[in-house]
């Protein structure tokens, strides 16, 4: 029990002691009024006053208050206070470490204005004293004049407001990336960055790739990775002003998403004309090609590198002309401008254009401009439409030529009535040829033709009615006299398809119809 009540004293002494110690230097500090600090706010020649008792702030002068608030750093008083020295004392950090062994330093800087300042601190038991002082302040200074100081304030008030609200980020560093001022933006761009629990202190942390803000080109990009994974996109601009660097960093996530939608668009694109068999080249209104797919290469045998090159409409068709892959036209200068010269054309007016190549294919080329300048050329293969087509005419031609050489008048109609093949033995017998204007040319005009050259009946009205009967239907004969006398055997025969043959056949000699003859079969019930 002695020994516990002997410490307990001994603990309840030690407090005493160290209230009465802190105390005296509190007292120390008193002036004689025993209400202010000694030394502290007593007179106007100290300047901007503060005391710390480390990092914390135990007191301040009105004018050192005013400054502190308008250091936009959501921190410290003592971070807050070294974001301000910083730019004006570089070395005020480090002596100011080292100030409870020297326990005095005194520094001399300048402000923005190129007026004198001294900073004094002082380590006064075991509290830290930071006076910054005017050298011009005793009633030289141009701001003495009330009206004048008071216009500065409110400018100094508006500037300070447009940074604040400003949408971008803007800073000053020193040659070695170190910042030494921020607005708002970067503060709290900075602040929203730390981890949770962190709080945001001096210097501020780099924002950006120091060696991109150190070049200085214009146009620089950078981004800002959020935690949550979100990315932020800057257009960077760097203002060298002696030593430092101001830099200022403007939003531009639209126009990224834009670009980034934009090559998006095109990859699909690219891969959809990848699979087309057209040939695809699309020119910006310089004429410089953009996009191609693979079936260009193919087709015009250009290298893959030449056309990664962006090269112009007319470079291009310069070296297929090398290649063989173009006609060759008597002018080609003149017909290669052609190409240049769709964009001075209507906008829906194109080029289009067959090559026959001297390689045997065929080529379908169409140039179409469009509404910003640009123009798309389009390639495509027809060689085997191209003989196909030839082979229907030559087919055509020899079932022609087959048709012509029989004797009998043939007739062709189509499932409609509409006249599609003759031969040369029926526009001798009928003395006209309808094969010129097969489009007009039917069964009604056909028939009403041949009853002007034949004797009256009613065969021809009999033959309208087969020629458009839908179903099944069986081949007919019947005789008709012609004009002159002349006994015509005509006969009607289905074909595939609908179409009706209809043919005509002068008889050698001329009997008298017979009963039977006049009971004909004409179509099956």
Same mark, same amino acid.
Not at 11 to 25: D, E, K, M, P, Q
Not at 95 to 113: F, I, K, M, P, W
Not at 485 to 510: E, H
């Given at each position: 029990?002695?020994?516990s ?23 120390g500090?008193?002036g ?5 600090p000694?030394?502290l ?16 702030? &135990? ?13 936009? &750093?959501?921190?410290?008083a ?11 004392f570089?070395?005020?950090?480090r002596?100011?470490a ?16 190129s ?6 601190? =002082?380590?006064?038991g ?10 011009e ?7 003495s ?5 008071? @216009? ?8 300070r407001?447009?940074?604040t ?6 800073w ?23 981890e ?9 942390p780099r924002?950006f790739?120091?060696i991109a803000?150190?070049?200085g080109a214009a ?9 949550d994974?979100a %990315? ?26 834009a670009e ?10 690219t ?40 090269p112009?409409?007319l ?12 006609? =060759? ?14 964009? @001075?054309?209507?906008g829906?007016a =194109?080029?289009?254009e ?8 065929t080529?379908k ?14 390639f ?13 005419y ?10 012509d ?9 189509s499932e ?6 003759l ?7 009928w ?5 010129e ?6 069964i ?10 034949t ?7 009999e033959? %309208?009615?087969f020629v458009?009967?839908?179903g099944?239907?069986i ?8 004009n ?6 005509c ?25 039977? =003859? ?8």
């Amino acid at each position: 029990m002695d020994m516990s009540l002997t410490l307990g004293l001994g603990l309840g002494l030690t407090s005493i002691l160290s209230a009465f110690g802190a105390g005296l230097v509190l007292s120390g500090l008193k002036g004689r009024d025993g209400n202010q600090p000694k030394g502290l706010f007593h007179d106007r020649s100290d300047g901007t006053i503060f005391l710390f008792d480390g990092d914390v702030l &135990i007191d301040a002068s009105p004018s050192a208050r005013a400054l502190l608030s308008g250091v936009n &750093i959501p921190s410290s008083a003592w971070s807050k206070l070294m974001a301000y020295i910083e730019p004006l004392f570089p070395e005020a950090a480090r002596h100011l470490a080292d100030l409870q062994n020297t326990g005095l330093v005194v520094l001399e800087g300048e402000d923005s204005d190129s007026m004198p300042i001294h900073l004094r601190a =002082e380590w006064v038991g075991g509290l830290t004293r930071i006076a910054l002082i005017d050298a011009e302040s005793l009633g030289k200074h141009p701001l003495s004049d009330p009206l004048v100081h008071r @216009a500065m304030s409110e400018e100094l008030s508006v500037l300070r407001g447009m940074l604040t609200d400003a949408p971008m980020l803007a800073w000053r560093e020193r040659e070695d990336g170190e910042v030494i001022w921020a607005n708002t933006g970067y503060v709290l761009t900075s602040a929203s960055l730390l981890e949770p629990g962190r709080d945001l202190t001096w210097p501020l942390p780099r924002l950006f790739d120091r060696i991109a803000t150190a070049q200085g080109a214009a146009g620089q990009r950078q981004r800002i990775l959020r935690p949550d994974g979100a %990315e932020r996109w800057f257009d960077l601009t760097v203002v060298h002003e002696g030593s430092t660097r101001k830099i200022f960093a403007l939003p531009c996530d639209g126009a990224v998403n834009a670009e980034a939608s934009l090559r998006d668009l095109m990859q699909t694109l690219t891969r959809t004309f990848a699979h087309l068999p057209t040939g695809l080249a699309v020119f910006d209104r310089n004429r410089k090609l953009q996009l191609f797919n693979p079936a260009l290469v193919d087709l015009t045998g250009l290298p893959p590198d030449f056309l990664s090159s962006r090269p112009t409409v007319l470079a291009m068709l310069d070296l297929m002309r090398d290649r063989n892959m173009v006609p =060759e036209p008597k002018d080609y200068r003149r017909w290669r401008d052609q190409f240049v010269a769709i964009e @001075a054309q209507d906008g829906n007016a =194109e080029y289009q254009e067959m090559w026959n190549l001297a390689g045997g294919q065929t080529y379908k080329v169409v140039g179409r401009p469009q509404a910003n300048g640009s123009m798309a050329l389009m390639f495509e293969d027809i060689s085997g439409e191209m003989m196909r087509t030839r082979r229907f005419y030559a087919n055509l031609e020899l079932s022609q030529s087959v048709i012509d050489s029989i004797d009998e008048a043939m007739a062709v109609f189509s499932e409609t009535g509409q006249v599609v093949m003759l031969n040369e033995a029926y526009a001798r017998l009928w003395g006209h040829d309808p094969s010129e204007k097969l489009s007009e040319s039917g069964i009604r005009q056909a028939a009403t033709h041949w009853a002007q050259h034949t004797a009256p009946g009613t065969l021809w009205s009999e033959a %309208e009615d087969f020629v458009a009967t839908v179903g099944d239907r069986i081949c007919w004969q019947m005789d008709a006299r012609l004009n002159d006398g002349r006994m015509l055997n005509c006969r009607f025969q289905p074909l595939s398809g609908g179409a009706t043959l209809i043919g005509f056949r002068v008889a050698r000699t001329d009997p008298a119809p017979s009963p039977s =003859e006049l009971a004909r079969p004409r179509r099956r019930a």
